[in-house]
Protein backbone atom coordinates (compact mmCIF):
# COMPACT_ATOMS: atom_id res chain seq x y z
CA UNK A 1 0.00 0.00 0.00
CA UNK A 2 0.78 3.71 -0.58
CA UNK A 3 -0.63 6.54 1.50
CA UNK A 4 -1.05 10.13 -0.19
CA UNK A 5 -0.90 13.42 1.75
CA UNK A 6 -1.45 16.55 -0.38
CA UNK A 7 -0.46 19.81 1.13
CA UNK A 8 -0.07 23.52 0.06
CA UNK A 9 -3.67 24.75 -1.24
CA UNK A 10 -5.02 27.73 -0.03
CA UNK A 11 -6.56 30.94 -0.72
CA UNK A 12 -4.92 33.09 -3.61
CA UNK A 13 -5.69 35.87 -6.27
CA UNK A 14 -6.46 35.59 -9.65
CA UNK A 15 -2.94 35.81 -11.30
CA UNK A 16 -0.86 34.14 -8.80
CA UNK A 17 0.72 31.34 -7.96
CA UNK A 18 0.67 28.15 -5.25
CA UNK A 19 2.62 25.19 -5.05
CA UNK A 20 0.65 21.72 -4.12
CA UNK A 21 2.98 19.15 -2.85
CA UNK A 22 2.27 15.28 -2.51
CA UNK A 23 3.90 13.05 0.28
CA UNK A 24 4.01 9.13 -0.17
CA UNK A 25 4.91 6.78 2.01
CA UNK A 26 4.45 3.07 2.62
CA UNK A 27 5.78 1.00 -0.10
CA UNK A 28 7.01 4.21 -2.31
CA UNK A 29 9.25 1.60 -4.29
CA UNK A 30 6.38 0.25 -5.69
CA UNK A 31 4.89 3.54 -7.27
CA UNK A 32 5.03 3.94 -11.24
CA UNK A 33 3.83 7.30 -11.74
CA UNK A 34 2.18 10.44 -9.74
CA UNK A 35 -0.65 12.32 -10.48
CA UNK A 36 -2.87 15.48 -9.94
CA UNK A 37 -6.44 15.60 -10.14
CA UNK A 38 -9.08 18.25 -9.32
CA UNK A 39 -12.65 18.56 -8.89
CA UNK A 40 -14.55 21.70 -8.99
CA UNK A 41 -18.44 22.03 -7.14
CA UNK A 42 -20.66 20.56 -9.07
CA UNK A 43 -18.47 18.86 -11.87
CA UNK A 44 -16.40 15.04 -12.21
CA UNK A 45 -12.84 15.31 -11.44
CA UNK A 46 -10.47 15.82 -14.19
CA UNK A 47 -6.89 15.23 -14.97
CA UNK A 48 -4.64 17.98 -14.45
CA UNK A 49 -0.95 16.67 -14.65
CA UNK A 50 0.68 13.29 -14.59
CA UNK A 51 4.46 12.15 -14.10
CA UNK A 52 6.79 8.98 -14.04
CA UNK A 53 8.60 7.90 -11.12
CA UNK A 54 11.27 7.92 -13.20
CA UNK A 55 12.78 9.40 -16.20
CA UNK A 56 11.45 13.02 -17.49
CA UNK A 57 8.13 12.55 -19.02
CA UNK A 58 5.20 14.94 -17.81
CA UNK A 59 1.32 15.31 -19.28
CA UNK A 60 -0.76 17.76 -18.57
CA UNK A 61 -4.27 18.94 -19.56
CA UNK A 62 -4.60 21.43 -21.92
CA UNK A 63 -6.61 24.01 -19.82
CA UNK A 64 -2.95 23.98 -17.59
CA UNK A 65 -0.45 23.63 -19.82
CA UNK A 66 1.82 26.78 -20.06
CA UNK A 67 0.64 27.39 -16.38
CA UNK A 68 1.27 24.39 -14.32
CA UNK A 69 4.12 22.52 -13.82
CA UNK A 70 4.62 18.81 -12.44
CA UNK A 71 8.29 17.86 -10.65
CA UNK A 72 8.94 14.97 -7.92
CA UNK A 73 11.49 14.39 -5.62
CA UNK A 74 12.69 11.16 -5.44
CA UNK A 75 14.35 11.23 -1.98
CA UNK A 76 11.64 12.59 -0.12
CA UNK A 77 8.57 10.46 -1.87
CA UNK A 78 7.16 13.47 -2.49
CA UNK A 79 5.44 15.14 -5.96
CA UNK A 80 4.82 18.83 -6.62
CA UNK A 81 2.36 21.20 -8.65
CA UNK A 82 3.65 24.17 -9.32
CA UNK A 83 0.71 26.39 -10.11
CA UNK A 84 1.18 30.06 -11.92
CA UNK A 85 -1.07 32.16 -13.56
CA UNK A 86 -4.41 30.71 -11.41
CA UNK A 87 -7.43 31.56 -12.66
CA UNK A 88 -11.03 31.15 -10.83
CA UNK A 89 -11.62 28.46 -12.95
CA UNK A 90 -8.79 26.70 -11.04
CA UNK A 91 -10.36 27.02 -7.84
CA UNK A 92 -11.22 23.06 -7.18
CA UNK A 93 -10.04 20.51 -4.38
CA UNK A 94 -7.11 18.73 -6.23
CA UNK A 95 -6.19 15.32 -5.09
CA UNK A 96 -2.95 13.25 -5.76
CA UNK A 97 -3.06 10.09 -7.45
CA UNK A 98 -0.45 7.39 -7.45
CA UNK A 99 0.07 3.71 -9.46
CA UNK A 100 2.01 0.72 -9.19
CA UNK A 101 2.47 -0.87 -12.09
CA UNK A 102 3.10 0.19 -15.87
CA UNK A 103 0.66 0.99 -17.74
CA UNK A 104 0.40 3.23 -20.99
CA UNK A 105 0.48 6.52 -21.11
CA UNK A 106 -3.14 7.27 -21.90
CA UNK A 107 -3.94 5.53 -19.06
CA UNK A 108 -2.26 7.68 -16.69
CA UNK A 109 -4.56 10.61 -17.76
CA UNK A 110 -7.35 9.05 -16.48
CA UNK A 111 -8.91 8.16 -12.89
CA UNK A 112 -8.82 4.38 -13.45
CA UNK A 113 -5.60 4.35 -14.12
CA UNK A 114 -4.46 5.07 -11.07
CA UNK A 115 -4.68 2.67 -7.83
CA UNK A 116 -4.11 5.24 -4.70
CA UNK A 117 -5.77 8.69 -4.06
CA UNK A 118 -4.69 11.69 -1.20
CA UNK A 119 -7.84 13.22 0.79
CA UNK A 120 -7.42 16.45 -1.66
CA UNK A 121 -6.41 19.69 -0.97
CA UNK A 122 -8.59 22.76 -1.42
CA UNK A 123 -7.54 25.57 -3.92
CA UNK A 124 -9.34 28.55 -4.21
CA UNK A 125 -9.17 31.17 -6.78
CA UNK A 126 -10.80 34.83 -5.98
CA UNK A 127 -11.37 37.34 -8.21
Known amino acids: QVQLVESGGGLVQAGGSLRLSCAASGRTFSIYAMGWFRQAPGKGREFVAA????????FYADSVKGRFTISRDNAKNTVFLQMNSLKREDTAVYYC????????????????????WGQGTQVTVSS
Open 97 to 116: AGRSSPTFRGSLLTMAGYNY
Open 51 to 58: IYWSGDNT
